[in-house]
Structures are given as C-alpha cells and as structure tokens.
C-alpha cells in the first residue's frame, strides 16, 4: 500500500490540497470524502508533537541556553510542520483502517 493514496487502489491520491480529502478517488472511484474522522487526527497529532516539542526544547534549553528567538525560530516551524505532516498521516491512517475493518461502508 502507498502512502497518502486510496486505500482500495493505492493509485489515486488521498489529498487534494493540504489536508482536504478528495470526494472519490480519481483511479478507482471509491467514495471517500464521507468518511472523514473529525478530530481523531487531531487529537493524536497534538499529543505527538506537543510532547516531542516540549521534551526537545526542554533538553535544547538545559544543554545549550539558547535565547528565545532561537527556540522561536526553531520550535515554531517545528510544530507547523509536524502538526500538518501527522494530520496527514494521521487522516489517510485511519481512512485506511476503516476501510480495511468497514470495508462495506464504501460504497
Ligand atoms: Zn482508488
């Protein structure tokens, strides 16, 4: 199975945009857009990087002290990223698990 595609196919693309599920898929049709998962993605992707973030900058601050614009320009894009890159993952993640346990709910 590919990364960030249809879970039937692996072929048509899981994305439109950023973080915008696709109606259907465009190689297989399966419908897929009534299948979104609310603020499950959300939830796991702020308990990951919120954690990972606040446990870096803890040890960046007691090794090195850096000023506080360091930790601005280093820990902010870190959370933009990593918050958009897990919902990704974390949509197609469970896309893909209701797909493979309700299969019959894509219809
Ligand atoms: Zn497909």
Do not use: N
Not at 29 to 42: F, S, V, Y
Request: glycine letters at 12%; proline letters at 5%; one cysteine or more.
């Amino acid at each position: 199975m590919r990364l960030l595609r249809c879970p039937r196919c692996g072929e048509g693309k899981l994305y439109r945009g950023l973080l915008t599920i696709v109606d259907q898929c465009s190689a297989c049709g399966l419908a897929l857009k009534q299948h979104e998962q609310g603020d499950g993605p959300a939830f796991f992707g702020i308990l990951l990087i919120g954690a990972l973030a606040g446990i870096f900058a803890a040890i960046f601050e007691m090794k090195f002290a850096p000023p506080y614009w360091l930790h601005a320009a280093i820990w902010i894009p870190f959370i933009l990223i990593g918050s958009i890159a897990s919902l990704r993952l974390g949509k197609a993640a469970l896309i893909a698990a209701q797909y493979r346990l309700r299969g019959e709910d894509f219809k």
